[in-house]
């Protein structure tokens, strides 16, 4: 079992239960979601890779991490397969562009945002499921239940690699601000349902 006491201390609030009632009722569209969100985590751990070069232990970290986001993603449309859910385009929940959209845009501060919003995708994703789990089928309990020790591992190396980044600095201040971000948009009303959206007014 993955001790998420970490996770729970960071992030400001829980995922509301009218989300966890909205999860469950709308399962196929949270799978399809999902398997976004997987592809756009992959992704952003390559562009990471292709922009900072000169940092080793951020091009092995980010490695794994796409890696293994890729590897979930798979795992979510071999369920949606099994399942008969076919895969539509939808649009993304504004949750990660808003949450972006305080980021810097100079350097070294545009990678230290960068980091520290992924970490808190990572926490707030593991937060989900792990809350979402004992209330799904089987199957999906155990599939969610499998992600939550290496989702928790990558909030862990953002969050290390946003520190390293800063280079002795602080980066309590920045922390504070996305994570006020974070408890705004999931608690806050969403027009659609999503991963990552709030409840569904």
Same mark, same amino acid.
């Given at each position: 079992?993955?001790?998420?006491?970490?996770?729970?201390?960071?992030?400001?609030?829980?995922?509301?239960?009218?989300?966890?009632?909205?999860?469950?009722?709308?399962?196929?569209?949270?799978?399809?979601?999902?398997?976004?969100?997987?592809?756009?985590?992959?992704?952003?751990?390559?562009?990471?890779?292709?922009?900072?070069?000169?940092?080793?232990?951020?091009? #092995? =970290?980010?490695?794994?991490?796409?890696? *293994? @986001? $890729?590897?979930? +993603?798979?795992?979510?449309?071999?369920?949606? &397969? /099994? !399942?008969?859910?076919?895969?539509?385009?939808?649009?993304?929940?504004?949750?990660?562009?808003?949450?972006?959209?305080?980021?810097?845009?100079?350097?070294?501060?545009?990678?230290?945002?960068?980091?520290?919003?992924?970490?808190?995708?990572?926490?707030?994703?593991?937060?989900?499921? #792990? =809350?979402?789990?004992?209330?799904?089928? *089987? @199957? $999906?309990?155990? +599939?969610?239940?499998?992600?939550?020790?290496? &989702? /928790? !591992?990558?909030?862990?190396?953002?969050?290390?690699?946003?520190?390293?980044?800063?280079?002795?600095?602080?980066?309590?201040?920045?922390?504070?601000?996305?994570?006020?971000?974070?408890?705004?948009?999931?608690?806050?009303?969403?027009?659609?349902?999503?991963?990552?959206?709030?409840?569904?007014?």
């Amino acid at each position: 079992m993955t001790d998420l006491t970490e996770i729970h201390n960071f992030l400001l609030c829980e995922t509301p239960d009218a989300w966890i009632d909205q999860a469950l009722e709308h399962q196929d569209l949270m799978l399809i979601d999902h398997a976004n969100c997987e592809k756009k985590a992959a992704g952003t751990a390559m562009n990471l890779m292709y922009r900072y070069v000169s940092d080793f232990e951020l091009l #092995n =970290k980010m490695s794994r991490l796409a890696r *293994e @986001e $890729l590897r979930h +993603f798979e795992q979510v449309i071999a369920i949606m &397969e /099994a !399942r008969g859910i076919e895969y539509p385009q939808i649009q993304a929940s504004r949750y990660a562009a808003e949450l972006r959209k305080p980021i810097r845009t100079h350097e070294p501060e545009r990678l230290i945002d960068t980091l520290i919003v992924g970490a808190i995708i990572e926490a707030r994703s593991c937060e989900r499921f #792990n =809350k979402l789990a004992p209330k799904l089928d *089987e @199957e $999906l309990k155990k +599939f969610y239940l499998s992600l939550l020790k290496s &989702e /928790a !591992r990558h909030y862990q190396d953002y969050l290390g690699l946003a520190k390293k980044a800063a280079a002795g600095e602080s980066i309590d201040d920045r922390v504070a601000l996305f994570l006020e971000l974070d408890k705004e948009l999931v608690q806050s009303k969403d027009s659609e349902f999503r991963f990552h959206s709030g409840p569904v007014r």
